[in-house]
């Protein structure tokens, strides 16, 4: 498997896999990286829980079914992978099993339909609280993984980032986020069609997409890489539109941006091209060095190693 | 998609995929049957929840992850895929996040170990209760699928039906099951190595899993084929060691046995030598006739439509 970051959550999962038996010999990628790759297939699973990942007061249906599913289809964009579907297990309070599940549905449908593929099956039960999970599964021939990244390498976003992070920090005290914090977090928009583009002009060496946090997220490059990523505080596309602190932007999660390494100069060739067409900024915020973990490089020129924290979801 | 057989249940799932875009090309099976292909890959999900589909005093962590694996790996026993490994999605409360969910998932990692495949990937986070998801991925060249059943097939099943629904029955009543009983549902075992077998010998004109209850999940084989099956209640393999009835045989569900549709003679003939192979029972039950639905043939040889009632889950 690729070699995980730190902290407590990629512990546990560690800890799974000491367990588990060897792969069949047809899984390309196994556990460890943003999808699991057998064949020319990617897949991925992604659970959203109520009152973890959303409460039913800051999202409707509609929402609920279309951020589970962008989540998922964020993992097939972190690869360079065609979306090919969507398999939904919805787990919801009895009362809630006609029309509101029918909405979370439309919600997963109407996101599917706008990023590509359809609704490949799925299960129905009932729970006491709402839990959606969505594998996904895309097509895929020659995946970017995480453990590619190279020292001289630069590092690049796509969007701006912790406007997710901004409607979270708003709705947890009862204010109200702009629309545009809200739509970030409500109604996050995968990748997809991004990832494919760039893949197909510039050789793209590692990927990951933003779910957990930019410090959490790119440390993960950095440990299968085996290598020390360095970014720069000066350049981060701080989504100020939403909202958002700087704390947002590197700890936040949920922006469902990518964040990529390439040789130099290769992705500038075609930031111009890539925001005409996208309508989004691709900015680079760092660079791949020798050594290991995630530095910030400040304002003042220095530069520190970061205490990695994800960002923590909230507990009611 | 594959017709699906009658009740509330289906009824939502229908709803669900009609607002559904298109399939994409790549895919050879969509919903409405026990797994999606796509390519030669079966892929289907199946989740469990605490209070729902089992409870903390009924099961230990082992068994809960173990028949949350058995469950999904029947789904792939049932279209005759050889499985590749499981991605688990495991949503648990905070205190369990240690050494409760490492035991949950060997229980994953042995029933994998001991049917094929392993463990692929997955996701963990908190929850109020537990929720095991577990998407299951399988190779399949020549899949059987619920459709092919024609009229003058019989209808047979492995092993001996009802176990898991009268250790449930006892639980429910806070009785203590046999230990026959218990095994039955808290480590079924998928009919995986017998799928390949069955299919490697014969033509198996359609199959399913045993996970609702026999005469639900028979109506699944006789919508998509557009025909009736005939059950002869005189013939079925009530599990009598477990103590169970012909109510459980029929209603109870999670034996996860296979039920399949094969053309006359052509599984007697193998028989005795699929006994000595696995241990257990294949047993003709029924015969496809043309018509709808799913009749029953009583000892009196009178034969009534069944009035189709799945297993209906315990709630707490």
Redesign the interface.
């Known amino acids: 498997m690729s070699k995980l970051g730190g902290g407590p959550?990629f512990d546990?999962?560690r800890?799974?896999?000491a367990?588990?038996?060897?792969?069949?010999s047809?899984?390309r990628v196994?556990?460890?990286d943003d999808?699991?790759i057998?064949?020319?297939?990617a897949?991925?699973?992604?659970?959203s829980?109520e009152?973890?990942?959303f409460r039913r007061d800051w999202l409707d249906a509609f929402a609920i079914g279309w951020r589970a599913s962008a989540a998922a289809l964020s993992d097939l964009a972190a690869v360079a992978a065609e979306?090919?579907?969507v398999?939904?297990?919805l787990?919801l309070p009895?009362p809630d099993?006609?029309d509101f599940?029918?909405n979370v549905?439309?919600g997963v449908?109407e996101c599917?339909?706008s990023f590509?593929?359809?609704?490949?099956?799925?299960?129905?039960?009932?729970?006491?609280?709402l839990?959606i999970?969505v594998?996904v599964?895309g097509?895929v021939v020659d995946p970017v993984l995480r453990n590619g990244a190279r020292a001289g390498d630069e590092i690049w976003v796509t969007g701006r980032l912790g406007g997710a992070a901004a409607a979270i920090s708003c709705l947890q005290n009862n204010d109200s986020p702009n629309a545009a914090a809200l739509e970030r977090y409500a109604t996050p928009r995968p990748r997809t069609r991004e990832a494919l583009w760039l893949k197909a002009r510039v050789e793209v060496h590692a990927m990951i997409d933003l779910s957990d946090g930019l410090f959490g997220d790119v440390s993960h490059i950095a440990a299968a890489s085996g290598c020390a990523i360095e970014i720069d505080s000066e350049l981060l596309p701080v989504d100020r539109q939403s909202g958002a602190t700087y704390e947002h932007a590197v700890a936040g999660g949920d922006d469902y941006e990518l964040c990529f390494a390439a040789a130099p100069g290769a992705i500038e060739a075609l930031r111009e091209e890539f925001e005409r067409s996208f309508g989004i900024e691709v900015t680079r915020i760092g660079a791949v060095r020798g050594g290991e973990g995630v530095h910030e490089r400040r304002a003042d020129g220095s530069v520190a190693p970061v205490t990695l924290r994800g960002y923590q979801?909230f507990?009611d």
């Open positions: 959550e546990l999962i800890s799974f896999l367990d588990a038996p060897p792969l069949h047809s899984v196994g556990p460890g999808c699991t057998i064949g020319n297939l897949i991925s699973t992604d659970a829980v009152g973890v990942h979306p090919i579907g398999m939904v297990s787990a009895e099993r006609a599940a029918r549905m439309r449908a599917v339909k590509g593929g359809s609704l490949l099956g799925g299960d129905t039960t009932s729970a006491p609280v839990v999970d594998a599964v097509r979801h507990r």
